[in-house]
């Protein structure tokens, strides 16, 4: 087309052939000698395509660069631009580069909400989700530049990774992408979708540096994809090898299970053999079995009149247990008594029956004087036989300085006895207590202060267990009995 007019900005030396070359310096090359700054120095709806290699990013203001490029292009106009990215450490560092170059840079140069050109998951923004962004700032710039293609070119070790993967490392490291081209179209009158589609479709111009490193990329591809492929193929082998040998081998294993096969036939004929013998042993063994299961089942009958005679034993075991019991209780029976005085101990004079068949007289001593409860009216006697599989309760004060309850108890040789201690419907402590003989016991208490329950509970029937008590005898013959004992 002879009337297709291209313009280079920013040519340099290096002006790509065919293209009209503006630079501020008279360079070899360079065709009108002008300062971009101040504007181009072309007619109104001139121009067809405009490229800028690495040139835009040294001028001041970039507004007013594309308010030119906007008047000398005509409608549907191209414009190829290549910058530097700007998330590089050499870009940021370098004092000539005045203008930022990324994926959102021409968004505020055109209103359009949606652009089905761009994938919006290049230039995606928390707060600004739709593409156009030119009344962010409600100024008059009545330009219409919409880009229709962006392509990023990534450092060598970035190259061949995956287009999410970059686009990851690209926002939030720097110097993952070098160098960013983007390609503008001219809107100066109503345009569809379609028309855009069919300018995309008939081919972007793009400088020939861009081209050259596309095609390294793709040979690097290439390359990666034929190293991936050797890989396989000589992991294939690989395996190949590793099934030839397994395959070998399974030959071999198979020839030795041929001739276990051979040998283990021969062996069964000779076990059928055994077997015939054998089952004439098992015959007389079944018969011999046969006597000696009617000798069990003598036996069994003989356990069972045995057992009823153990049964019988035992009651009349239990009935000496009872008598026992009678017998101990009569033992037991106080036939002296003896009243102790002290009166630097009370507000006044009190009297207290005890009984005098206790021998530890300091263990009576100690209980009488702990101040617990009031002690009028009461009297010393031991309880009952503990009985089994129910609880024997007493209300106690416990203070914390104290770890040790002191009691008197008389029971049958080496019995135990269980103690547990519950405040506030809550079990405090448990513990086992071994009666080696009559007398006083240490229990170890827990460290808790004020009022509890203790229990105690004999392990079996066989254990004979009476524990001393404070009892009164009350209105209508009521009883209330306090569990006798001290701290220690």
Sequence with gaps: MSNYIKVELGCGQTKTPGFIGIDRYELDGVDIVADLNKGIPLEDNSVDLILAIHSLEHLDNLDNI??????????????CIVAPYSNTLLNMSNPYHKIVFNEHTF?????????NFIDNEEYFFPNSPYWGLRGSDNSNLNIDIRCINIEFFYFPEYELMSNEEQRKLRRHQFDICDEIMYHLLIVKKEINNTEIKEIIENGLFEPQHITKRKNELEI????????????????????????????????????????????????????????????????????????KNNKIKQLEKNLVEKDILNKSLIYKNNEIIDKFKVWSDELRIITKRKAYYFGNYFDNFKKFNVIFDITDKEFIEKMILFDYFNKKGYRLKF????PYNTYLEYKILLKSNYNKMCIYLISNIESNIF????????????????????????????????ECFVRFKVMNSFELIRILEWYKLCYKFKTKTKLSYYLL
């Design 107 to 115: 968004r505020f140069y055109t209103k359009i909400k949606t652009n």
């Design 419 to 450: 103690v547990e201690f519950v405040k506030e419907n809550t079990i405090i402590y448990q513990n086992i207590v071994k009666i080696k003989e009559d007398g006083k016991i240490e229990i170890d208490i827990p460290s808790i202060e004020g």
């Design 220 to 291: 690097k591809k290439q390359n990666q994809k034929i190293e991936s492929k050797i890989n396989i193929i000589k992991k294939l082998e690989e395996e190949n090898l590793s099934l030839k040998e397994q395959l070998s081998k399974q030959i071999e294993v198979n020839e030795k299970l041929h001739n276990k096969f051979v040998e283990c036939s021969n062996q069964i004929k000779n076990l059928k053999d055994i077997i015939q013998e054998k089952d004439f042993l098992l015959s007389k063994i079944n018969n011999s079995l046969e006597d």
């Design 383 to 386: 309880t009952d036989y503990i």
């Design 66 to 79: 594309m308010k030119e490029i906007y008047r000398v292009c005509k409608h549907k106009a191209l414009v």
